[in-house]
């Protein structure tokens, strides 16, 4: 009896038109349908829920802030002591005189400057150098005759201070197209302890190398070469002569 119940339940399951039983209906047993085709994916899930809070951060460092602002003024000091009195003024005839001596003062120096370039404009060549002026004829002598010409044109042997002097006499030889120019140093009163013609000390030298030599015992006088380098020299030997005013 069971298996006639099987059979019949199969071929009812095999007929494909109108009627239509379902399992529950009838009282076959349910089988297994065919599989159908997959479904489309669905949408995405609700967001997760907001996690628990991270452990606490390390402690910042120390900061540093901007200088303030600068302080009020003080309150003002208490005044000073009184004054010593001044010295009593100048009378009007003070003030006079003492304007009279300014002018005087003014008035020689500027002569002076004058005498002096009235001087210079009289040589044939001069080259300013400082407040001093170097002066040339051209004139070529000994020493002695060197040093007359120069005191009689109320001036000196020309004797260069410094390295700018040195290099004006130097300028002034190459215009002279000279070898030497007589210096005023020498060592006559103590050889080898070359002096001024004031017998003062020498403030500048620029002796040529194994220079002054005192050549045969007989130089005591001095001469630059065009090269600007000093030189002991013979006293009558004759080079080019200029002066200092
Ligand atoms: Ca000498
Ligand atoms: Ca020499």
């Given at each position: 009896m069971a298996l006639l119940k099987h059979q019949l339940c199969a071929v009812l399951l095999m007929m494909e038109s109108g009627l239509i039983l379902s399992a529950s209906e009838s009282s076959c047993p349910s089988y297994a349908g065919v599989p159908g085709i997959p479904g489309n994916n669905g949408s995405p899930g609700r967001d997760g829920r907001d996690g628990f809070p991270g452990p606490k951060g390390e402690k910042g460092d120390l900061g540093i802030g901007a200088q303030?602002?600068?302080?009020k003024i003080g309150p003002p000091g208490a005044p000073g002591h009184k004054g010593d009195r001044g010295s009593p003024g100048l009378?009007?005839?003070?003030?006079?005189?003492?304007?009279?001596?300014?002018?005087?003062?003014?008035?020689?120096?500027?002569?002076?400057?004058?005498?002096?370039?009235?001087?210079v404009l009289g040589?044939?060549?001069?080259?300013?150098?400082?407040?001093?002026?170097?002066?040339?004829?051209?004139?070529v002598g000994n020493f002695e005759t060197a040093q007359k010409f120069c005191s009689d044109a109320g001036a000196k042997i020309v004797l260069p201070r410094s390295e700018d002097e040195n290099k004006v006499l130097i300028s002034l030889q190459e215009a002279l197209e000279s070898t030497y120019v007589h210096v005023g140093a020498t060592?006559?009163?103590?050889?080898?302890?070359?002096?001024?013609?004031?017998?003062?000390p020498l403030t500048f030298t620029n002796w040529k190398e194994k220079e002054p030599n005192d050549y045969?015992?007989?130089?005591?006088?001095?001469a630059v070469y065009k090269t600007g380098v000093w030189n002991d020299i013979n006293c009558n030997s004759k080079w080019h002569v200029v002066c200092e005013l």
């Open positions: 303030g602002p600068p302080g009378s009007g005839t003070d003030v006079q005189n003492a304007l009279v001596t300014q002018l005087r003062s003014d008035v020689k120096h500027l002569t002076d400057r004058l005498t002096v370039i009235d001087k040589f044939r060549m001069f080259k300013k150098v400082g407040q001093k002026y170097y002066v040339s004829d051209g004139l060592d006559a009163k103590k050889e080898g302890h070359f002096v001024d013609l004031s017998d003062q045969n015992g007989a130089e005591d006088c001095t």
